[in-house]
């Protein structure tokens, strides 16, 4: 049974900062990329940040370039977001989504991932 378990997340002052983890068990984590996603009350979930099997390659929308980073552990199964300079408006609940290798047309996309985890809730107080 695939598992992925996101911690970190909490309460912030803007321009604060927060570590989100997601460990994951019951794959092989190596062989999948994986992604942070994000949902505010009343808006669709949108994509944050992904990252290769191996890490070699990242990318973020445009709105957190610059402030947060992605990154992962093999070893550890674990993926990470720190999140850096943060602002009311990344207040949401954010997600951690495991998938394969996918065309670079659709990794921004919920249906480019195959498991989720819970949601870490994270909030940015003015």
């Known amino acids: 049974q695939v598992q992925l378990v996101e911690s970190g997340g909490g309460l912030v002052q803007a321009g604060g900062s927060l570590r989100l983890s997601c460990a994951a068990s019951?794959?092989?984590?190596?062989?999948?990329?994986l992604g942070w996603f994000r949902q505010a009350p009343g808006k669709e979930r949108e994509f944050v940040s992904r990252?290769?099997?191996?890490?070699?390659?990242?990318y973020y929308t445009d709105s957190v370039k610059g402030r947060f980073t992605i990154s992962r552990d093999n070893a550890k199964n674990t993926v990470y977001l720190q999140m850096n300079t943060l602002k009311p408006e990344d207040t949401a609940v954010y997600y951690c989504?495991?998938?394969?290798?996918?065309?670079?047309?659709?990794?921004?996309?919920?249906?480019?991932?195959?498991?989720w985890g819970q949601g870490t809730q994270v909030t940015v107080s003015s």
């Open positions: 989504a495991a998938g394969p290798p996918t065309l670079t047309s659709i990794y921004k996309t919920t249906r480019a991932y195959t498991y």
């Open positions: 019951g794959l092989t984590f190596s062989s999948y990329a």
């Open positions: 990252i290769t099997q191996s890490g070699a390659a990242t």
